[in-house]
């Protein structure tokens, strides 16, 4: 696994505030919130730099990850009044860390928040 900030979390070697994981996906809390609730979810097990990197194989991966979002919201009781996803892929599409992750907006209806970086 590559070296990003996120596999360090994954190692547990820098803190995050974790609120959700399994056996493929870590869920944590965004340092720089853009929405009341803003948790990134990433995969655990490979360390896919973009969204243009996923290979046919790996494709479950993003299904993985939005399924643990959509638990995350509806755990978090906030299912039913909606919520965004995002992922961004590479530098034009706002990606800062390069590690495949999901971001998981809610907490405000759409528009009093902006799309994460």
């Given amino acids: 696994m590559t070296d990003t ?6 190692r547990r070697e820098i803190p995050a505030t974790i609120v959700y994981e399994d ?3 870590l869920g944590f809390k965004d340092i720089a919130p853009q929405a009341p ?3 990134l979810f ?3 097990n490979e360390a896919i730099p973009t ?3 996923v290979r046919p194989e790996q494709a479950h991966l993003i299904g993985k990850l939005a399924l643990a979002a959509a638990h995350y919201a509806r755990s ?3 299912a039913e009044d909606g ?3 995002v992922m961004n892929c590479r530098e034009d599409g706002g990606q ?3 590690h495949i992750h999901l971001h998981l907006l809610a907490g405000a209806p759409l528009g009093r928040f902006g799309t994460p970086g």
């Fill in 37 to 39: 609730v803003h948790v």
């Fill in 42 to 44: 990433i995969p655990k």
């Fill in 5 to 10: 900030i996120f596999a360090r979390i994954i």
């Fill in 83 to 85: 919520y965004r996803i």
């Fill in 51 to 53: 969204l243009d990197d």
């Fill in 96 to 98: 800062t860390v390069f």
């Fill in 76 to 78: 978090e009781g906030f």
């Fill in 23 to 25: 056996d493929d996906v």
